[in-house]
């Protein structure tokens, strides 16, 4: 074979070229692998601090008008009358000389209570109804007056003055707190000052929250005419 044969043509050589420099570099190719897509970050959604959502919620609410709105006492949480100050007061007006007459301590003398004994009394013509509702505490007491450290005088002026301040507010339930005491006294006097009232419908000693055996619950009449209260 000559020289001439063994030898590659011009445009052989430049194929082979070609070829080597596509083994050598495979990505310079055609078939080159395309570049991966780069990847876009979401935005990140805007951010909204506590303040500016509580503002927003609240955009459409308006403050209320609280200057109608009433303020609800509860009979309960009033401060009880001074029990001396009434006795002073029924003095001074002396428009009780009739019922003190009418109202005996003979029968208290001669019915002593116990300490810790459960009074109760109804007039016959009195509802079984109004009376449970009267026991349990359910009827609400207008106005109280504690006896603590009263003399029997002024103890029988403070009850006869609440129940007169009762009917001039058209009232018909009333607390006496006469306490318990060693002897009962004031307990005694007052167990039998309210049996002879003409105005007194029923009584029965507090439920325990309401003071128990140291106090009563008084049911009295309503007043028939009471100018305050006439239509």
């Not at 420099?21 to 876009?40: D, G, L, R, T």
């Not at 009033?78 to 428009?95: F, H, I, M, S």
């Not at 000389?97 to 208290?108: K, R």
């Not at 004994?117 to 009827?139: P, W």
Request: aromatic content about 6%; glycine content about 4%; some cysteine.
């Amino acid at each position: 074979m000559s020289k001439s044969d063994s030898s590659f043509s011009k445009s052989q050589l430049d194929l082979l070229k070609q070829f080597k420099q596509q083994i050598s570099s495979p990505h310079s190719s055609k078939v080159a692998s395309q570049p991966e897509p780069k990847k876009v970050q979401a935005p990140a959604p805007e951010e909204i601090s506590d303040m500016d959502l509580f503002k927003t919620v609240l955009g459409g609410v308006k403050k209320l008008d609280s200057s109608n709105v009433a303020k609800i006492e509860r009979a309960d949480f009033r401060k009880k009358p001074d029990a001396k100050t009434l006795a002073k007061r029924a003095a001074a007006e002396g428009a009780f000389e009739i019922n003190h007459a009418e109202l005996s301590d003979t029968q208290a003398i001669l019915n002593p209570v116990a300490s810790q004994a459960t009074l109760s009394y109804r007039i016959a013509t009195l509802q079984h109804k109004v009376f449970e509702d009267l026991k349990a505490g359910n009827l609400r007491w207008f106005e109280a007056v504690d006896l603590h450290g009263c003399t029997v005088e002024d103890a029988r002026s403070a009850v006869l003055q609440i129940i007169q301040i009762a009917k001039d507010e058209n009232q018909n339930v009333i607390k006496i707190v006469h306490g318990k005491g060693p002897e009962a006294i004031l307990k005694t006097y007052v167990n039998g000052w309210l049996r002879q009232h003409r105005d007194v419908l029923a009584f029965v000693s507090a439920p325990e929250k309401q003071g128990g055996t140291g106090a009563v619950l008084v049911l009295l009449k309503r007043a028939e005419k009471n100018p305050h209260f006439s239509k």
